[in-house]
């Protein structure tokens, strides 16, 4: 089945630096890539997704791009505030499986003022 | 907020007893998935209902049941409840969901505490 991996599992940046999150995923036949944010006592929130078709998104300070050789769609949060501390994880969705999105780990991203 | 619904918010109960999660979707949303989140398992995928149908099934107890009435609200029912079973277990839906990969919103969770 799919595996998805995540890395760093914490992060710690200051104010105004760039964030950079790696997400893997095994499976060749995934054709869906979100990214989620997780705040304390709250659900996951979608904050950007690819698709397998789309080489790079963008949505203001956050971007994702997607590469099908290396199997690897990183996120990219620039200008970061502390507003933007927070649990990330990534998921993908093997096309065999439906709709089921498998997670990574998460990454706790501290943004220090 | 994403317009998905979870009730009740926290439950606490004993070792053996049942409860019911109970779910409601984005309007207009066909598809609900329920996902149990812990400290050693992460997010992981249980099941999902499409328009009232079982769609896909993933590692869930058989303990466990779900389903998705007429007028789309789900629930998750666990029974002979472990200590293990203590996370924090969300439902998300998405319009679709059958033939597609769409986008899933999550709701707020239940955290389920079993003493």
Redesign the interface.
Same mark, same amino acid.
């Given at each position: 089945g799919e595996n998805v991996e995540q890395h760093p599992s914490t992060l710690s940046v200051q104010e105004g630096d760039s964030a950079v999150i790696k997400c893997t995923y095994s499976d060749s036949a995934s054709n869906y890539f979100p990214w989620y944010k997780q705040e304390l006592g709250k659900g996951p929130q979608l904050i950007i997704d690819i698709r397998s078709n789309v080489g790079e998104k963008k949505d203001q300070r956050i971007a994702v791009t997607l590469n099908k050789t290396a199997k690897h769609f990183p996120l990219h949060i620039t200008e970061t505030q502390p507003e933007d501390s927070a649990v990330y994880f990534c998921a993908a969705t093997p096309r065999v499986s439906g709709s089921r999105l498998t997670f990574g780990e998460g990454t706790q991203l501290t943004v220090n003022p | 907020d994403?317009g998905?619904t979870q009730t009740p918010k926290h439950l606490i109960t004993a070792t053996g007893q049942r409860v019911t999660l109970r779910c409601s979707p984005r309007s207009g949303d066909l598809?609900v @998935?329920w996902?149990q989140q812990s400290l050693d398992q +992460?997010?992981? /995928?249980l099941i999902?209902y499409y328009n009232g149908e079982e769609?896909?099934k !993933?590692n869930i107890l058989e303990r466990f049941s779900a389903q998705q009435f007429p007028d789309l609200h789900s629930e998750l029912n666990l029974s002979s409840l472990e200590l293990g079973d203590s996370a924090l277990y /969300?439902c998300a839906s998405?319009p679709l !969901?059958?033939g597609?990969?769409?986008?899933? @919103?999550? +709701?707020? +969770?239940t955290r389920l505490t079993v003493l």
């Open positions: - | 994403s998905v598809s @998935y996902y +992460g997010l992981q /995928f999902q769609r896909a !993933g /969300f998405s !969901g059958s597609y990969t769409d986008t899933q @919103y999550f +709701g707020p +969770g």
